[in-house]
């Protein structure tokens, strides 16, 4: 029964922040800025209020695919954002611009979360071979291995989290400060960006739940011995 619950909860979480972040965008994307701005121009706003000028906003493809690459310097928004003049596609630009601020600050999460990427990936990549390989040779070394290598994995999804929702309070506090939503748009801006955040604290519990069953399996195998 333990297992069913396990099963369902790292099956259900993730869909239901998925859901949750597209029927707010969804709601959100519906409702126009009375500063009649695209997300575009919204992003290419925030930044130069901010003094950043070296970040150039470009035109994506497909849903939700928003983001900030920091190596490109380049703040990449899906087309519905780059193009649209909802609250929900101000508030996405505004949240990666936010990103590109803590960039220029050399915000301390950031930075970790940089040094993070190839040891996550890596974890990503290996743990779960190195761990079936454990349970199918019954080899301790490989176990430890592989939980480990995860636990790299675990570690980023973590670090990620101050990441996210730093930006998003940087996005708000742009946003109102340089007047790009009025006071009746914020409450709509907020449930746009927590919506969002709620996809990466469903990652990060998912993948800790995987790393404890991990860390059991590890125990299980340790007391057979």
């Known amino acids: 029964m333990e297992i069913l619950i396990y099963f369902a909860l790292i099956l259900i979480l993730p869909l239901w922040a998925s859901s949750r972040v597209k029927k707010t965008y969804k709601k959100y994307s519906k409702v126009q800025t009375t500063a009649n701005m695209t997300g575009a121009e919204v992003a290419q706003r925030i930044l130069h209020e901010n003094g950043i000028y070296d970040v150039a906003v470009k035109p994506g493809k497909g849903f939700l695919s928003d983001h900030y690459n920091p190596r490109t310097k380049e703040i990449v928004l899906s087309p519905d954002n780059y193009h649209g003049m909802s609250v929900a596609g101000a508030a996405v630009a505004a949240h990666e611009v936010g990103h590109a601020i803590q960039d220029a600050e050399s ?14 990936n890596l974890g990503s990549n290996f743990s ?7 349970m199918l040779l019954g080899s301790m070394e490989f176990m430890l291995g592989g939980i480990i290598f995860f636990a790299a994995a675990v570690l980023f999804q973590f670090v990620t989290l101050p990441v ?4 998003s309070s940087r996005a708000m506090n742009q946003m109102v400060g340089i007047g790009l939503i009025r006071n009746e748009e914020e ?3 907020k449930k746009v960006l927590n919506a969002a955040a709620l996809t990466y604290v469903a990652a990060a519990l998912v993948a800790l739940l995987e790393l404890l069953r991990f860390i059991l399996m590890f125990i299980g195998m340790n007391g057979d011995d």
């Open 107 to 120: 915000y301390a999460f950031l930075r970790l979360r940089h040094k993070l990427v190839p040891v996550a």
């Open 128 to 134: 779960f071979i190195l761990i079936i390989a454990g």
């Open 164 to 167: 996210e929702f730093n930006a």
């Open 187 to 189: 409450p709509h801006a």
